[in-house]
């Protein structure tokens, strides 16, 4: 079994939506604000695996990063979401949007543990046990 999941997939781009969304496209928000987006906009409810590596390959690409205690978009993000903005389907014109980006397992390493510092498992965790879900 490979190590990363170098594949973009739905859940990707659900998670990227919730992040404009509780952001606003500019500053950052807590894990707990995004997740609730994500199911305000279709029910969604990531599940810990699919929103760990979702910001596994999102910060491997430079679009996500962790400052403080919340996730934020990058302006390298946001600069290639202008080109898509106002998009019908935006979660389908950022699908296209992150199958333009490559996902390489040497740029997974360094997300992983800085994942693993913002305590991701324990805040999704507590999300479950606030909001319920799963």
Do not use: C
Not at 47 to 61: A, D, I, P, R, W
């Amino acid at each position: 079994m490979a190590k990363y999941n170098l594949e973009w997939q739905k859940p990707d781009a659900q998670l990227l939506e919730a992040l404009l969304l509780a952001t606003g496209g500019e500053g950052g928000a807590p894990l707990q604000e995004i997740l609730l987006m994500a199911d305000a906009v279709d029910g969604t409810v990531l599940t810990h695996e699919e929103l760990e590596q979702g910001l596994e390959k999102l910060m491997s690409v430079g679009y996500v990063m962790i400052q403080k205690n919340k996730l934020l978009l990058t302006p390298a993000f946001m600069q290639d979401y202008d080109d898509i903005m106002g998009a019908e389907d935006e979660e389908e014109a950022l699908m296209q949007l992150l199958k333009g980006r490559s996902l390489q397992a040497e740029n997974m390493d360094e997300p992983k543990i800085l994942i693993k510092k913002y305590k991701l498992k324990s805040q999704y965790e507590a999300y479950l046990e606030q909001f319920g879900g799963e």
